[in-house]
T-cell receptor, first 114, second 110 residues
Framework: DVKVTQSSRYLVKRTGEKVFLECVQD?????MFWYRQDPGLGLRLIYF???????EKGDIPEGYSVSREKKERFSLILESASTNQTSMYLC?????????????FGPGTRLTVL | RKEVEQDPGPFNVPEGATVAFNCTYS??????FFWYRQDCRKEPKLLMS???SGNEDGRFTAQLNRASQYISLLIRDSKLSDSATYLC???????????FGSGTQLTVLP
């Protein structure tokens, strides 16, 4: 079974703190993605990566950065957390190539910024 | 206009009913389409890919209408376990990222 794991299920941080969200996949997938999910807005893509050390901005990259030093690991960084970054964060991965490739999601991290 | 739009529902249907959801997309160059299912407090999981000719998987049928730019999901003989949020997703252009709709909530009632 494909497994995508995220470092925390729940996280509470204070405004201005630096936050790291980690994602690891065990299927040797080339593509990895970070989304946030908010009620009424659905999933919105923050950043994605097709390969180690590569990153591309998604639809809402402001306030976030990412790091992909190893193929299996994709980190999302909030340099200075703000209350409007309170959300559910979902990581996903997929094989490179066919656009029919399924994305597999991790269980999500519910982040609250106070 | 949102790139991918869905009726948020909720759809409340009795067990055994047939229910259909539509999802419209704005980019006529979109080439790949999917339905994901998301249970409460869980991650989305792929339910079906949607092919040009339409496809069926048991009680679930997915269709694509390119002329009107929408995809549909039909669930026959609804079960209580079908209660979930159904997300449509679209790939457009050469990029490999999905654009998701905001989801349609379905509750199947006993």
């Amino acid at each position: 079974d494909v497994k995508v794991t995220q470092s925390s299920r729940y996280l509470v941080k204070r405004t201005g703190e630096k936050v790291f969200l980690e994602c690891v996949q065990d299927m040797d997938h080339e593509n990895m993605f970070w989304y946030r999910q908010d009620p009424g807005l659905g999933l919105r893509l923050i950043y994605f990566s097709y390969d180690v050390k590569m990153k591309e901005k998604g639809d809402i990259p402001e306030g976030y950065s990412v790091s992909r030093e190893k193929k299996e690991r994709f980190s999302l960084i909030l340099e200075s957390a703000s209350t409007n970054q309170t959300s559910m964060y979902l990581c996903a991965s997929s094989f490179f190539g066919s656009s029919y490739n399924e994305q597999f999601f991790g269980p999500g991290t519910r982040l609250t910024v106070l | 206009r949102k790139e991918v739009e869905q009726d948020p529902g909720p759809f409340n249907v009795p067990e055994g009913a047939t229910v259909a959801f539509n999802c419209t997309y704005s980019n006529s160059a979109s080439q790949s389409f999917f339905w994901y299912r998301q249970d409460c407090r869980k991650e989305p999981k792929l339910l079906m890919s949607v092919y040009s000719s339409g496809n069926e998987d048991g009680r679930f049928t997915a269709q694509l209408n390119r002329a009107s730019q929408y995809i549909s999901l039909l669930i026959r003989d609804s079960k209580l376990s079908d209660s979930a949020t159904y997300l449509c997703a679209v790939i457009s252009g050469s990029a490999r990222q999905l654009t998701f709709g905001s989801g349609t909530q379905l509750t199947v009632l006993p």
